[in-house]
C-alpha cells in the first residue's frame, strides 16, 4: 500500500513509497491531498483523507497534506475555512495574543486557546 513498482521491478526492494501529501490510486502518483487534510503518512489513496489522515484540526492549517501549527500572532479558528487550510495568517483581535497553534480570535485561556487576554 502506498507503493509503487518501477518500470522492470523483480522484488518488493523494487516498490518507492508515495511522499507524504501526495495520493496514489494507481500505479504513479496522481496528485496532493486536498488542502484543509493531513496524512500521518504515506500512502493515501484519495484527495481527501480516508485512512492516514484527517480534517485539520483548530490551531493548525494543512496545505498538501502536510499539518503545521498557527504562526504566534495569528490564529486558526475553524475547521476548513481559507483561514487554516492556507495559511492562518488571519489576526488575533487587538487586546488579546496567541501564541503558535492559537485557536480562536479574542483567546481567553494559554492553555486551552494557545492565546489570553492582554493585561
Do not use: H, W
Request: net charge negative.
Amino acid at each position: 500500500m502506498g507503493q509503487s513498482s518501477l518500470a522492470g521491478g523483480t522484488s518488493s526492494s523494487s516498490c518507492t513509497d508515495v511522499t507524504t501529501g501526495l495520493y496514489r490510486q494507481g500505479p504513479t502518483v496522481d496528485g496532493t491531498i486536498t488542502d484543509g487534510y493531513y496524512t500521518s503518512s504515506a500512502g493515501e489513496y484519495y484527495p481527501i483523507p480516508t485512512r492516514l489522515g484527517a480534517i485539520c484540526p483548530p490551531g493548525s492549517f494543512c496545505t498538501g497534506g502536510v499539518i503545521a501549527d498557527c504562526v504566534a500572532g495569528t490564529r486558526c479558528e475553524n475547521e476548513l475555512t481559507s483561514t487554516n487550510v492556507v495559511s492562518g495568517q488571519d489576526e488575533c483581535d487587538a487586546g488579546y495574543y496567541c501564541i503558535g497553534g492559537c485557536n480562536r480570535r479574542r483567546p481567553t485561556d494559554l492553555s486551552l486557546y494557545k492565546g489570553d487576554i492582554c493585561t
